[in-house]
């Protein structure tokens, strides 16, 4: 099937005919029936999609596609539809075309790299956080912490999220790049502060690393298995650590462990004590926010304030707002790294 439609040309009151990946489907119960709630992408972004069925379709249809879609996870599918928007985001209603969707398209017919949406330069940010990781002075914790990323499996290739911050292939790693330069970045501009710089690059490198054990690889696409609810990503995380406690001191071993413990800060169970701890949470924050605050501001016209989903509050697109020329072109140099994805697979 010859791919006509991406998801960045798609703008409301659309009719929408054309191949996409489908993810995280889930079945919802609506007023009068049955409706799966999923996201559609290509490699130009992804976007929320509903389907609702025909005028005449039951429970049992609705479930019967919802079947062959979870079986088929990560698959492509053709989706004919058509654009709205709905608070404020763009999504695509199924109605008629629901009866394309009980087979996914011949994987044959397809370009797998057309369907796959990574923003982040997956290459780039790997050998950044490897030689981050090499400036590590403390032999121990650099032994541990290039020990715990080998054995991550897809930590460069995972998303950060299902949804909100990073929840793209490569998020996770992109993310945690940013959170360790913008520490360092905190780190270097306050005077008078006394830091560990080691434990800073290792606490803020290791602060997500939990997350790997939340995604698995199906079909083309990263989907978060059920330790994502049930778990979250800091248990998985000191479960890691535990293998590799013998790396480190004992001192050294529970300001790692506290950094990752502590990272989501005021709201998190344990308040941030040290100040490398603080530095890795407020790192995080602002890596997260303002992705957030950008997603939310993708649907909004220049000088139009809006209620963020992401944000969960008001956002507002600035009259002089430009497209930023630079994420682009990352994303241009991102598609050719999927060719090379699988030799960055940890053993
Ligand atoms: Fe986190
Ligand atoms: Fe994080």
Not at 171 to 189: D, F, K, M, Q, W
Request: proline share 3%; hydrophobic share 35%.
């Amino acid at each position: 099937m010859i791919k006509k439609i991406y998801v960045n040309s798609i703008i409301p009151k659309m009719a929408v005919d054309s191949a996409f990946l489908i993810e995280n489907p889930t079945l919802r119960t609506g007023k009068n029936n049955k409706y799966i709630a999923c996201s559609i992408s290509d490699n130009t972004g992804k976007i929320s999609c509903k389907i609702w069925g025909q005028y005449n379709s039951g429970a049992c249809d609705i479930e019967e596609v919802f079947n062959a879609l979870a079986e088929n996870e990560g698959q492509i599918f053709r989706i004919s539809g058509k654009a709205d928007k709905y608070n404020n985001d763009l999504n695509i209603n199924v109605n008629d075309g629901i009866e394309y969707l009980k087979n996914p398209v011949d994987i044959k017919k397809i370009t797998p790299s057309d369907y796959i949406y990574s923003p982040a330069n997956i290459k780039e940010n790997r050998d950044k956080i490897l030689k981050l990781c090499e400036s590590v002075k403390n032999r121990g914790l650099k032994d541990l912490l290039q020990t715990v990323i080998k054995k991550s499996e897809g930590f460069f290739e995972k998303p950060a999220a299902k949804s909100r911050h990073h929840d793209y292939t490569g998020g996770l790693c992109e993310h945690t790049l940013e959170v360790a330069e913008i520490s360092l970045s905190i780190g270097r501009n306050l005077a008078g502060i006394n830091l560990n710089y080691d434990i800073l690059i290792a606490g803020a490198i290791l602060h997500d690393i939990g997350k790997c054990q939340s995604f698995d690889k199906k079909g083309l696409y990263y989907a978060p298995n059920p330790s994502y609810s049930l778990l979250g990503h800091i248990t998985p995380a000191m479960q890691t650590l535990s293998r590799y406690r013998a790396f480190v001191d004992e001192g050294t071993y529970l300001e790692l462990l506290h950094i990752i413990q502590s990272h989501h800060g005021e709201h998190g169970e344990t308040r941030p004590q040290t100040p490398e701890a603080w530095i890795v949470h407020f790192a995080d924050n602002i890596s997260a926010t303002l992705h957030e605050i950008s997603e939310d501001l993708k649907p909004a016209e220049r000088g139009e304030l809006l209620w963020g989903k992401r944000m969960d509050g008001f956002v507002f697109k600035s009259d002089s707002y430009e497209e930023n020329s630079e994420k682009v072109n990352s994303s241009e140099s991102s598609k050719k790294d999927m060719t090379t994805l699988d030799c960055f697979n940890s053993e």
